[in-house]
């Protein structure tokens, strides 16, 4: 069942509403809400410049409780650990299938050589099949068919 409205649904309400919406005010900047870690962010060179002055991180912890920021020292150094991951991405190892060996190049020599045992894979998988020797050896035999 729809709700019922004091006023009706109208396009003239629409555009009332869409003009309304469209020119609110932004937020006052010291009334945007932050998370910990956007804070920590925030504040990371004051707190890097406190640990250049040798305080600790439970100091610096406790520094910003008493401003009125409560973080355990745990959390600050996470958040801390987090900041650093992003400014220096390390690079990736190369990661090769365990169950692969790794590709090499062939020698024009090793293709031929390779290329023999695969005709003679086909060759036998044909006899095997039942294939008389005389049609595989006159070359009667299409290796995709097998």
Known sequence: MRKKYDAPLTLELKNKVLDFLQNVPDPEPAQVE??????????????????????TLKQIAD?????????????????LSRLDKKKKPKPKPERQDPAR???????Q????VEA???EKTVEQKAIDKGFSSSAVEDKLIIPDKI
């Open 116 to 118: 023999q045992v695969e």
């Open 63 to 79: 520094f910003c409780t008493q401003a009125g920021f409560p973080i355990p020292e745990s959390s600050l150094k996470s958040y």
């Open 101 to 107: 060996p790794p590709r090499r190049e062939l020698t």
């Open 109 to 112: 020599d090793q293709g031929k």
């Open 34 to 55: 932050m998370t910990a870690a956007e804070m920590v962010a925030e504040l990371k060179s004051a707190i890097f410049d406190l640990q250049a002055r040798k305080f």
